[in-house]
């Protein structure tokens, strides 16, 4: 069992920047694939924003994200980081860590379902 705790979000203005976080425990870290998901407010599934493979071996991001969100793991903390920057409004939402105990493929990375554990995710506002 992987248990995931998200931290960071809050309130930003637009054009501004956030750090999320997530710390996992329960599994060694290094076997376990991680990533980024949201849901906006009125959405009824969640949106993949970014992922990286277990042992560093690779990231992925949305193509609206590319450019704005760098994803990063932390092996000594077991914790995996979204760097956040130029945040719209519609960037609102509650954003999910998820993790695999699988080596997803590239190609899988953004599907929800490939991943079997999920924090209680953090409230993220773009607002002026």
């Known amino acids: 069992q992987v248990q995931l705790l998200e931290s960071g979000g809050g309130l930003v203005q637009p054009g501004g920047s956030l750090k999320l976080s997530c710390a996992a425990s329960g599994r060694a870290f290094n076997g376990l694939t991680m990533a980024w998901f949201r849901q906006s407010p009125g959405k009824d599934r969640r949106e993949f924003v970014s992922?990286?493979?277990?042992?560093?071996?690779?990231?992925s991001y949305a193509d609206s994200w590319k450019g704005r969100a760098t994803i990063s793991r932390d092996s000594a903390k077991s914790t995996v980081y979204l760097q956040m920057s130029s945040l719209k409004p519609e960037d609102t939402a509650v954003y999910y860590c998820a993790a695999s105990n699988r080596g997803l493929i590239t190609s899988a990375l953004g599907r929800d379902q490939e991943y079997e554990y999920w924090g209680q995710g953090t409230q993220v506002t773009v607002s002026s």
């Open positions: 992922a990286v493979k277990r042992m560093n071996y690779g990231t």
